[in-house]
């Protein structure tokens, strides 16, 4: 079985969960608290130097991280990676701009709210800058999704669950999506789709 090393309030970890639901996939859930540097012991750091979650272990032994590789290695053979070259690059085109410009500041402004004291005057400034960035991103996504329902060949796919993993919780890092309207709808439409769990679901698909 597969075995998926985790934080429960990582969205580059539901990711993952998410896909692996709408898989059908079991899985074992290994809970491993960043927060106390579990990804820093020694033992986890000899199945990712890299010390971040997710992490993957195949039946085979080997390990497999980044959660976007994650997504494109257990998409492969399944409808939610499409077959045509074309196709299949803008769906890694996404998943490059949601680990380039949306993560990175989306998910970077949830996390400072939940996990931090309230910000200093530095911290605020930064935080206004990774809100700014956040909203070009969000920017990107509504003007492409007022044409077409999913961001690659009019359906479903892991390019879509990249981006929705740090998207829906977005307010939690005081991102408004009002103004989104396209990506408010576009979020209902993966909301909508067979084998959606929510980010706290539990690990058996």
Same mark, same amino acid.
């Given at each position: 079985?597969?075995?998926?090393?985790?934080?429960?309030?990582?969205?580059? !970890?539901?990711?993952?969960?998410?896909?692996?639901?709408?898989? !059908?996939?079991?899985?074992?859930?290994?809970?491993?608290?960043?927060?106390?540097?579990?990804?820093?012991?020694?033992?986890?750091?000899?199945?990712?130097?890299?010390?971040?979650?997710?992490?993957?272990?195949?039946?085979?032994?080997?390990?497999?991280?980044?959660?976007?590789?994650?997504?494109?290695?257990?998409?492969?053979?399944?409808?939610?990676?499409?077959?045509?070259?074309?196709?299949?690059?803008?769906?890694?085109?996404?998943?490059?701009?949601?680990?380039?410009?949306?993560?990175?500041?989306?998910?970077?402004?949830?996390?400072?709210?939940?996990?931090?004291?309230?910000?200093?005057?530095?911290?605020?400034?930064?935080?206004?800058?990774?809100?700014?960035?956040?909203?070009?991103?969000?920017?990107?996504?509504?003007?492409?999704?007022?044409?077409?329902?999913?961001?690659?060949?009019?359906?479903?796919?892991?390019?879509?669950?990249?981006?929705?993993?740090?998207?829906?919780?977005?307010?939690?890092?005081?991102?408004?999506?009002?103004?989104?309207?396209?990506?408010?709808?576009?979020?209902?439409?993966?909301?909508?789709?067979? !084998?959606?769990?929510?980010?706290?679901?539990?690990?058996?698909?």
């Amino acid at each position: 079985m597969l075995r998926l090393y985790d934080y429960a309030d990582s969205g580059n !970890g539901y990711k993952v969960r998410l896909l692996l639901h709408q898989l !059908g996939q079991p899985f074992e859930l290994i809970e491993v608290d960043i927060l106390r540097g579990e990804t820093r012991s020694e033992e986890f750091l000899r199945m990712n130097p890299n010390g971040r979650v997710p992490l993957l272990a195949l039946e085979d032994g080997r390990y497999l991280a980044e959660s976007d590789a994650i997504l494109f290695y257990l998409a492969e053979g399944t409808p939610l990676l499409p077959d045509e070259r074309l196709e299949r690059a803008q769906v890694l085109q996404w998943m490059f701009f949601e680990q380039y410009n949306h993560e990175p500041n989306i998910a970077t402004a949830r996390f400072w709210l939940r996990h931090f004291d309230p910000p200093d005057e530095q911290r605020r400034v930064l935080l206004e800058q990774k809100r700014a960035a956040g909203h070009a991103a969000l920017s990107v996504m509504e003007a492409h999704l007022r044409a077409r329902p999913f961001f690659v060949g009019g359906r479903y796919s892991i390019a879509d669950i990249a981006l929705y993993a740090y998207t829906h919780v977005a307010d939690q890092g005081g991102f408004h999506l009002g103004g989104y309207p396209a990506l408010r709808a576009w979020l209902e439409r993966v909301r909508g789709q067979p !084998g959606h769990v929510p980010m706290d679901a539990p690990a058996a698909p």
